[in-house]
């Protein structure tokens, strides 16, 4: 897992340090990043490699943030 993220974060670390440092969630939601990943997880649904419907997390703070 690490080394697939390694592939889109270039920097990762599984350390706490790392992770708490909002820059590489930004990073990661720029660009339309974050409705592209929206848009793929979708489309695998159920039938796909994931079905965890992972989107409809995306969704959900999507909508806190609008509040």
């Not at 409705?35 to 995306?58: P, V, W």
Request: glycine residues 4%.
């Amino acid at each position: 897992m690490e080394k697939e993220l390694s592939k889109y974060i270039p920097d990762y670390e599984k350390k706490s340090v790392f992770l708490q440092n909002i820059k590489w969630v930004s990073d990661l939601c720029s660009e339309g990043k974050l409705e592209l990943a929206k848009t793929r997880a979708k489309a695998f649904g159920h039938d796909g490699e994931s079905y965890s419907e992972i989107y409809k997390a995306f969704e959900f703070f999507e909508a806190m943030r609008c509040r």
